[in-house]
Every structure is written in structure tokens, then in C-alpha cells.
């Protein structure tokens, strides 16, 4: 399996585990009616697709809950008339109330963390094994099957005890051999059979254990008033939506029309050179962020670059950037900040692995006072990425995705447990490499090898907090903001920015630490007195108010949102249309030397994952082999584009050509289905002429011309051409591979012919 991508890995372990499952639960004397069964096994299957590949640990987290409702959904009625889809249903409410607990109060997931690296140390440690996160060892799934089994009803008081105790054995079990494998592919596996075994032990406890009748879902709704029951669920579900998504109503202050960012080069181990400060084959290598302040100046903030403040600078400043200092603090610099922050201000502040150049020391003494700061390891992704492996935190769980925040290898982090301190970004199969203080020739860095008895599992990679009127984000990783991850992660990078401005108050955050304290509450009367004040009433409504509070805490991710990129020179690279590229960094069949090579010609790069708004003016659009069609509309919109001043460049081959050939057409152009193969267009100025991998000859009207032809048996191939189109221009290339990483510049190696034809291209020098 090690050639597989995770995904798919971790889909086949589902697959297996359902099937597994399917065989143990296939006698027909377990089931009453068919459509249970064929019920049952979808929300199993449901379930543990959830589990193993939801990209959001909440979505992964109410998997549990599924699977547990579909394995207990076929199983017959007990001896003693229970229900056993009434016991997993309340069973599944209390898992959820726990779920809306962990997202709204992170330091008790930060403590679960810890509880659960100690314990491990302890169990694990002294025997040479890991030790392991609260996810990697299981106790954040242990919590979840406690917390279904103890709303599932009372069974008898040995029944019950023996239950929980084999849970927690079962749980130190899963622990004890997860400290131990190393592969990732054998972790998956470890971890489907031990949430088929735990959840099946609480399934049969809700078929044989059964105690006391107790009446069905129906039976128990239909005992309450409808309107004493709808009176119920909706004031939960108000209360739960306004307390929890308050946050996204508020600012922290008045709305200024210009944000003013200082950019703190203290001595800072990196460059501010753009890719047309470096050579080319060299725009790859090394810490350089020269875009970072390009991309906030066209989002609207005033960036300024400084060696040395003062507090009158920060009297001028909205947000402060610290980004590997070269040299600490001084003891009035650190008060200077602390007083800008607890005044309102923003503080971003990063650094790289292993204490490289003393940061990690620097950023520490600057950061002590928040609570968090960077560890002495490097944070890495076990399987060969980050794909996965990331968990996006509150507030932007549902607007981001792993390929826009390309993060790389950086420090973990350590983080005090508080009600203020949040975890933005958490690799959930990452593994703490301890640095090397001997190793000073490759940066302290230890092996950058996952071995036995390393941290493994929720390592916190970036984090933050408010503090006073102000707030604070730390990453251990730059990568995020460097030249070359922009063009994804710029979205993400303005979103902190906009939250480190104008989030929601530290007032705001408490309401949702107090609504977390409310739901414990909650859960502890509803398990001690329900049944007096209605058994379902009382669940259903503590239930729809953790939904409530869940929906509401991803209305404030969706009220901290980017503002369009706007103005002109914008480079625009498709990725929407089932685009055939690898997404991999620095993938030979990848777009990274491409967006480079824009920014090279002054074009900001942006990837388009989603429908946007394209910015009219001297902005180009790039599509390369695209396998779905563009509908009329986008088309038209393109053509606007073009006709505004823009560039729309097409890169594709025969074989792609599906997709686009009927709006070419129209155009007065076609891809003919005839291969040229690998050729090499004539020098040009004594640079050597364009080189094409896969080349499809084009047929071609009076209205465009022939930008590169090749000559193949004594006959002129056009396979670039392009037509003036309003103000602006159409481009098509007739292969798909013409604009990909390997076939223009990747790290230390470049095509010059490639390059430079794609130069002329973009600054309309063609010929």
C-alpha cells in the first residue's frame, strides 16, 4: 500500500472494517425487518467513511457516533422489550453534547492531550514505546464510547462496571500497540478494530444487558405535549446559535479604512527578495518572504518593513509580524509589545525548527508571557505529507483545506492550558523529531525519521489567543507565508490578519468557554435527573442545543472571511475543472515554477480552487488540460475578461481537448488529433527555443496568429497561438505539459527556452 495515497488507504481500512462488521452482524436471527438492516449498514458505512477520511476532526468525530447508531439499529429488541435504537439514540445525543464540550473548550482538549502524553510516557515510555497524543492513543475515541455507553441506559450495576472497565482495557490496549507500530498504514488498521471492538461491545450491552423496559423513541415522544416538546427544541437551538455564534457579531473596534502592519525584521534569518530577485532554479530554496507584504498592500493593508520601533511606531500599527529573529528581545522591546497587545493590537509572531540561529529562544522570551511558544523538535507528517494529517482549528475548521495551507516542517508547539489559548492548526499524524544540539552543520535537526518511543499524534503547529484587548497567533513553521506557498495560502494568511484586527472580543471567547461549562452541566443533571423531567424531552433538547452550539461556533469561521484580491496584476491559475496536475510541492507535474515564473513577470499568483470574481484590467488566467467543461457562463465571463485587457491562456493536448473544443471552435480554432510528440521550437536571440513534450499540431483562423511552431518531416506545425480578443488576448498551447514544473523550473534545475518563451508570452512580446 505504501504507493497509495492516504485517502484511499484510509477508505480501504473503512472498507475492510464495515465488512468485517457486516460478517459478524450477517445472521439472520439479529434482525427483524430488512430495512433495518439495510439502514443499519449505510450509517456504518456512513460512520466510518467519517471517521477515516471527513478532512474536519468534528466531521471524523461524529463518525463515531454513526457507526455505533448503525451497528445498534439491526440488532433485535432485548428480552426485556428495550429498544435498542432508543438506547444508542440517547447514546449518540450524549456523544454529541461531549463533541460541542471539546469545540468550545479547547484548553479541556489541551488537557485530555496532556493527560494523555503523560499517561502514555508512563505505560509506554519505560518499555520504549511512543508517546502519543490524544487522538493517536485512542482517548479521544475512549471518551466518545464512554459517553455512548453511559447515555444507552442503565444496565444492571455489574453489567455496567464490567463494561466501562473492559472500555478503559481495551483503551490501554489500543494505546500500548499504537506505541509501538510505526507504519502508518498498520496504525489505520489498529485503529478500525479498535473502534469495531469497542463499539460492538456497547451494541451487544444494548441488546443483552437490557435491565428495565423502557419505552422507544416513539413511545417516549408521544408521551410529552407537542408543545411542550417543540418549546424545548427550539429555545435550544436559539440559545445554542446566539451564545455560541455571538463572536461573528462583534468587532473588537471601530472599522478603520486602512489597516497598517509592521513587519519586524529583527535581525530576521531570512531575505524579503521576490522570485525576480533570484536566479532561476533558485526561487525554491531558503526562507524568503519578498511576496508576503506584496500580497497584504493588495488586500488593502499599509505594510511597512523595520529593523527597530518605538512606542510611538506601535501607536501607528495594527498588527506586528515577528518572523525568525535573529537576536532577543530587550526586556523594554518585549513591554512594548505587551503593552501594544493588551491595548488592542495584533501580534503575529513565527519561527522555524529546532532553535535554528537561537529563534526558537528569541520568539520564546518574546512569547512567555501568552502561553505559548515553540518546541526544540521538528514537527513532521508520518506517510510522506501533510495530506491527512492536518486538523484546522476554530475559527476556520470549514473554510480552508489542507493544499491552502501548505505547511511544511517546522516546530511543534507548546501551549498553556487556558480558556484564551485555541489551537489553529493540530497534525493529528505528525511526529515530534527531537533536535540535535551536535548537529550544527544541517540546522540542529535530528533524523527526520520517525522512531520508536517519539511523540506521536496532535502536535500543535500553530496557535492562538487573546490577550487583554489584543490577540496573538504563533506558528512554528514559515512556510505558510514564504514566496512560494502565496499563491495558495494567501486566503488563509489575510483571514488571520482580518481576525487579528477586527475578531471578536476576549469577552466573546469566555461566552464560549462558559457555554462549554453550561453543556458539562447539562450533561451531568441530564444523566442524574432525565427521567424525572422527561427522559426524551430533556435529551433531545440538550441535543439540539450542542448541534446549535457546533453550527453557531462555524458561523464565526464563516463571518472571518478574505476580501477578494483586487486591482491589476493578479495571475490566476485554475485548478476547478478537473485540471490533470499533481498537487504534490514541487511535483514535476505540478504548477509551482509556474507561478513562480508570474510573479516573476509582476503577476501576484493565486490558485482558484472555488468560483470567484475575476478582477477586470492586466490580470492573466491560466488553465492547464482541464477535463471537465467550462459551462457557457464561465465562458462568457472569460471572454469578458479578455475583452477588459486580460490574458486567457489555454495549455492543453488532444486528448484533454474534449472539454474545451467546442468554445475553440467557436473561436476559429481546433487541436487536431495528429501527434507531433517531443520537438524543439527555433532559438530565438540566441536562446534556445521552446521545448514540447506531447505537441498536437492546431488549425487555425485569420484571426489568430502563430506564436511557436515546430518543423517535423518537412512540414510547419503551429502549437502555440494566439488572437487579440477586445483589450486583451487569447493564448492556446496544443500541450498539456508545456507549463508544468518539470517543463519550465523546479529546485536547481530550469527549461531557459521554457522560460523565456513564457517571459515574451506574458509581457506581450510574442512573436
Not at 498504514?185 to 485503529?191: A, E, I, S, T, W
Request: aromatic share 10%; glycine share 12%.
Amino acid at each position: 500500500m505504501d504507493g497509495l495515497p492516504p485517502l484511499i488507504v484510509r477508505l480501504l481500512v473503512a472498507c475492510a472494517t464495515v465488512t468485517v462488521s457486516l460478517a459478524l452482524l450477517g445472521r439472520p436471527s439479529l434482525f427483524e425487518r430488512r430495512t433495518d438492516r439495510l439502514f443499519g449498514w449505510g450509517m456504518m458505512a456512513g460512520g466510518m467513511v467519517g471517521i477515516f477520511a471527513a478532512e474536519w476532526s468534528v466531521l471524523q468525530s461524529l463518525g463515531y457516533a454513526l457507526w455505533l447508531c448503525g451497528l445498534s439499529l439491526p440488532l433485535s429488541r432485548g428480552a426485556a422489550g428495550r429498544s435498542p435504537l432508543a438506547d444508542a439514540t440517547k447514546g449518540v445525543m450524549l456523544a454529541t453534547m461531549v463533541l460541542a464540550v471539546l469545540e468550545l473548550v479547547p484548553s479541556l482538549w489541551e488537557l485530555l492531550n496532556a493527560f494523555s502524553m503523560r499517561l502514555t510516557s508512563w505505560t509506554n515510555g519505560a518499555v520504549g514505546g511512543a508517546v502519543l497524543g490524544g487522538s493517536a492513543s485512542g482517548l479521544m475515541g475512549a471518551v466518545l464510547l464512554l459517553a455512548l455507553h453511559a447515555g444507552a441506559g442503565k444496565p444492571p450495576r455489574r453489567a455496567g462496571r464490567g463494561i466501562s472497565i473492559g472500555l478503559v482495557i481495551l483503551f490501554f490496549l489500543h494505546a500500548f500497540g499504537q506505541g509501538f507500530v510505526t507504519d502508518w498504514v498498520m496504525r489505520d488498521v489498529l485503529k478500525g478494530t479498535y473502534l469495531t471492538v469497542g463499539a460492538f461491545v456497547i451494541a451487544w450491552r444494548t441488546l443483552w444487558f437490557a435491565a428495565r423496559p423502557v419505552r422507544d423513541l416513539r413511545t417516549g415522544w408521544s408521551a410529552h405535549r407537542p408543545a411542550r416538546v417543540a418549546a424545548t427544541l427550539s429555545l435550544a437551538a436559539v440559545a445554542g446559535l446566539l451564545l455560541s455564534g455571538l463572536p461573528m457579531l462583534w468587532k473588537s473596534g471601530p472599522e478603520k479604512e486602512e489597516m497598517r502592519v509592521l513587519l519586524l525584521d529583527h535581525r530576521m534569518l531570512a531575505t524579503w527578495q521576490t522570485p525576480a530577485d533570484e536566479p532561476l532554479g533558485e526561487a525554491f530554496s531558503g526562507a524568503v518572504f519578498g511576496l508576503f507584504p506584496r500580497y497584504l498592500d493588495a488586500y488593502g493593508y499599509a505594510t511597512k518593513i523595520s529593523e527597530s520601533f518605538t512606542p510611538e511606531t506601535l501607536d501607528q500599527t495594527d498588527v506586528v509580524v515577528v518572523i525568525n529573529p535573529g537576536r532577543p528581545f530587550s526586556e523594554g522591546e518585549k513591554g512594548w509589545i505587551r503593552d501594544f497587545v493588551r491595548r488592542g493590537g495584533g501580534l503575529l509572531a513565527m519561527g522555524d525548527h529546532t532553535d535554528v540561529g537561537g529563534v526558537m529562544q528569541h520568539l520564546n522570551g518574546l512569547l512567555e508571557p501568552y502561553g505559548i511558544g515553540l518546541r526544540f523538535d521538528s514537527a513532521d507528517p508520518i506517510g510522506g505529507g501533510w495530506e491527512g494529517c492536518l486538523d484546522i482549528g476554530y475559527p476556520y475548521e470549514l473554510r480552508y483545506t489542507e493544499r491552502e495551507i501548505p505547511v511544511s516542517i517546522g516546530a511543534s508547539l507548546w501551549m498553556a492550558p487556558s480558556p484564551w489559548v485555541y489551537p489553529t492548526l493540530v497534525g493529528r499524524r505528525a511526529y515530534s523529531d527531537p533536535g540535535d544540539p551536535e548537529n550544527a552543520e544541517s540546522a540542529y535537526l535530528g533524523n527526520l525519521r520517525y522512531d520508536r518511543g517519539e511523540p506521536y499524534g496532535d502536535l500543535v503547529l500553530a496557535a492562538h489567543r487573546s490577550w487583554g484587548d489584543g490577540k496573538v497567533v504563533v506558528f512554528g513553521d514559515t512556510s505558510v507565508f514564504q514566496n512560494t506557498a502565496l499563491a495558495w495560502s494567501h486566503r488563509y494568511v489575510i483571514s488571520l490578519f482580518e481576525w487579528l484586527v477586527s475578531g471578536p472580543p476576549r469577552w466573546a471567547e469566555l461566552l464560549r468557554f462558559l457555554v462549554g461549562l453550561a453543556l458539562i452541566g447539562g450533561l451531568a443533571l441530564l444523566l442524574r435527573y432525565g427521567g424525572r423531567f422527561g427522559e426524551w424531552t430533556a435529551a433531545l433538547g440538550m441535543a439540539v442545543f450542542a448541534l446549535s452550539v457546533l453550527l453557531g461556533s462555524f458561523g464565526v469561521d464563516a463571518a472571518i472571511e478574505a476580501p477578494p484580491l483586487s486591482g491589476e496584476g493578479i495571475g490566476y491559475v485554475d485548478l476547478r475543472h478537473g485540471n490533470v496536475i499533481g498537487l504534490a510541492p514541487l511535483d514535476n507535474r505540478g504548477v509551482d515554477g509556474l507561478l513562480v515564473n508570474l510573479a516573476r513577470n509582476g503577476y501576484l499568483p493565486t490558485i482558484v480552487c472555488q468560483e470567484m470574481r475575476y478582477e477586470r484590467g492586466d490580470n492573466v488566467w491560466i488553465t492547464i488540460s482541464p477535463t471537465e467543461r467550462l459551462s457557457p457562463r464561465e465562458f462568457e465571463a472569460l471572454l469578458d475578461f479578455a475583452d477588459s485587457g486580460g490574458t486567457v491562456f489555454l495549455s492543453t493536448s488532444w486528448p484533454y481537448a474534449g472539454a474545451v473544443a467546442a468554445p475553440l471552435e467557436s473561436l476559429g480554432l481546433r487541436i487536431r488529433n495528429v501527434p507531433v510528440g517531443a520537438i524543439e521550437g527555433a532559438p530565438v536571440d540566441g536562446i534556445p527555443g521552446p521545448q514540447f513534450r506531447s505537441a498536437w499540431p492546431l488549425e487555425i483562423s485569420e484571426a489568430w496568429s502563430p506564436l511557436a511552431s515546430v518543423e517535423l518531416g518537412g512540414e510547419d506545425f503551429v502549437v502555440v497561438a494566439g488572437a487579440a480578443y477586445g483589450r486583451g488576448r487569447l493564448i492556446v498551447a496544443s500541450d498539456a505539459s508545456f507549463l508544468l514544473t518539470g517543463n519550465l523550473e523546479g529546485r536547481r534545475f530550469y527549461s531557459e527556452g521554457n522560460v523565456a518563451f513564457l517571459n515574451r508570452i506574458l509581457r506581450s512580446e510574442a512573436e
